[in-house]
């Protein structure tokens, strides 16, 4: 059974960092691509930023040059570096995998069941 799991939320000053980190375990052949959405109240969920097997990297415009996604492939892991935080990027954060659970199978989606960062003013 493939579960994502998620760490690293938590409530932080603007201006500040957090780091997330997301895990991928279960029976894994290859990783397609990772990424991470964000859901705040009452908006719809979001792509934060994504990174593919082909190596491409892609951001919403309002995280550009403050967030910083990575991957460990001998982990399975996908991490969130986040900086120059404010209020606005206060929500959920909930990790995605498009993964390769069988051998000759096209990739799934994985989520994970979401992480909270609390940006205060």
């Known amino acids: 059974q493939v579960q994502l799991v998620e760490s690293g939320g938590g409530l932080v000053q603007a201006g500040g960092s957090l780091r997330l980190s997301c895990a991928a375990s279960?029976?894994?052949?290859?990783?397609?691509?990772m990424a991470w959405y964000r859901q705040a109240p009452g908006n719809q969920r979001e792509l934060v930023a994504e990174?593919?097997?082909?190596?491409?990297?892609n951001y919403a415009d309002s995280v550009k040059g403050r967030f910083t996604i990575s991957i460990d492939n001998g982990k399975r892991t996908v991490y969130l570096q986040m900086n120059s935080l404010s209020p606005e990027d206060t929500a959920v954060y909930y990790c995605?995998?498009?993964?390769?659970?069988?051998?000759?199978?096209?990739?799934?989606?994985?989520w994970g069941q979401g992480t909270q960062v609390t940006v205060s003013s």
């Open positions: 995605n995998a498009d993964l390769y659970v069988v051998p000759a199978g096209g990739a799934q989606a994985y």
């Open positions: 279960g029976t894994i052949f290859a990783i397609d691509a």
């Open positions: 990174l593919t097997s082909r190596g491409g990297a």
